[in-house]
């Protein structure tokens, strides 16, 4: 089962979305935050695999509250969830690390592929989200210069097409272990924060 919690200041969105999410054989919510600290709070208590964020809340927005998840030791992978598709809250909130970015106005089918990816060590992206975050980065300067090993760059490659740690691991014949020291060592190379942006970055300097 994957174990989600849902975080969102309006009653009727957490409702809609934990009845949606009811309907399933494979996903949980274990929890519901009606703000950051809480969905915070319950990440720590819960230990869910998935958070479903929404954006702006009170007491701790959803970008605060990711970035805090992040710091944690909990392994769960945030998903935004908002009606927001500006340019400055979808990289705000990668950057703090959340995995995904999704539109309230995505169908039923979409966020529960989204869930599912996520749990998967994946990135759902809404395509505006993908479109914004690749026009951010690609007018940001290019890091020239990047020496990458072999090794780094068929991980960064996998990680571009999609794949997962344990899917990058089982494909290359090496532990997960060894493929999250390659992506941490991508990641200072290449001056990315996460897979996501690394997945970007990747697609943006034709690597693989």
């Given amino acids: 089962m994957i174990r989600v919690v849902v975080a969102d200041d309006h009653a009727m969105v957490r409702a809609g979305l934990e009845q949606l999410l009811a309907s399933t054989d494979d996903i949980e919510v274990v929890g519901s935050a009606s703000n950051g600290k ?10 869910p695999n998935v958070v479903l964020m929404d954006l702006q809340m009170p007491v701790m927005d959803g970008v605060e509250a990711t ?8 392994d769960v992978a945030v998903v935004i969830v908002t009606s927001f598709s500006d340019r400055e809250r979808i990289v ?11 539109l ?3 169908s039923p089918d979409e966020i529960l592929s989204g869930i599912r990816a996520a749990a998967r060590g994946e990135s759902p992206l809404h395509p505006r989200a993908a479109r914004e975050l690749l026009s951010a980065r690609a007018e940001s300067p290019a890091r020239a210069g990047v020496d990458l090993t072999a090794r780094e760059t068929e991980v960064l490659v996998l990680v571009r097409e999609g794949l997962s740690n344990k899917q990058i691991a089982r494909r290359l014949g090496i532990t997960e272990r060894t493929v999250k020291a390659h992506l941490t060592s991508c990641f200072q190379r290449i001056g990315v924060l996460d897979r996501t942006q690394a997945a970007l ?3 943006r300097n034709d690597i693989g």
Avoid at 67 to 74: F, L, V, Y
Avoid at 92 to 102: H, N, Q
């Fill in 38 to 47: 809480e969905a915070v709070e319950l990440v720590v208590q819960l230990r």
């Fill in 201 to 203: 970055w990747a697609e």
């Fill in 104 to 106: 309230k106005d995505a």
């Fill in 92 to 102: 705000g909130a990668i950057d703090a690390g959340a995995v995904g970015y999704l």
């Fill in 67 to 74: 970035a805090a998840i992040g710091h944690g030791e909990q």
